[in-house]
């Protein structure tokens, strides 16, 4: 593929053995074939809960692998819409309403504010 046009097509153009993202902190070394599995799993997930192009797909999680997977996962599906994780409940709220964001993807723990904000306007 000598002309990427996608976000999709310009992680498949990279060599599959290929180290993607290195996790110093963890010692792991994602390639990119682990990269794209992941990232094509959850866009299609995503996909599957009616997400298409131009929906916003708003993220709520600290740096590390699952925010770089569920960014290119909302950019492909739809539209990423990263949040910073250290935006109070209103903020959360303001922007999940100037984004009209269809879905918040939080982490599996804590988020508090964040889940109080999508619950009250309906996001899940």
Same mark, same amino acid.
């Given at each position: 593929?000598?002309?990427?046009?996608?976000?999709?097509?310009?992680?498949?153009?990279?060599?599959?053995?290929? /180290?993607?993202?290195?996790?110093?902190?963890?010692?792991?070394?994602?390639?990119?074939?682990?990269?794209?599995?992941?990232?094509?799993?959850?866009?299609?997930?995503?996909?599957?809960?009616?997400?298409?192009?131009?929906?916003?797909?708003? /993220?709520?999680?600290?740096?590390?692998?699952? /925010?770089?997977?569920?960014?290119?996962?909302?950019?492909?599906?739809?539209?990423?819409?990263?949040?910073?994780?250290?935006?109070?409940?209103?903020?959360?709220?303001?922007?999940?309403?100037?984004?009209?964001?269809?879905?918040?993807?939080?982490?599996?723990?804590?988020?508090?504010?964040?889940?109080?904000?999508?619950?009250?306007?309906?996001?899940?």
């Amino acid at each position: 593929m000598s002309n990427p046009s996608t976000l999709l097509e310009l992680i498949q153009a990279a060599p599959a053995e290929s /180290t993607a993202i290195i996790l110093p902190e963890s010692g792991l070394r994602i390639t990119y074939q682990q990269l794209r599995d992941q990232v094509t799993a959850m866009a299609d997930a995503l996909a599957s809960l009616g997400i298409g192009k131009g929906d916003r797909v708003a /993220t709520y999680l600290p740096n590390g692998l699952p /925010t770089v997977v569920s960014f290119l996962a909302g950019a492909i599906a739809g539209t990423a819409a990263p949040l910073n994780p250290g935006y109070r409940e209103d903020e959360v709220n303001f922007y999940l309403e100037d984004t009209n964001a269809k879905v918040l993807l939080l982490p599996p723990d804590g988020a508090e504010g964040a889940r109080k904000a999508a619950e009250a306007r309906g996001v899940p």
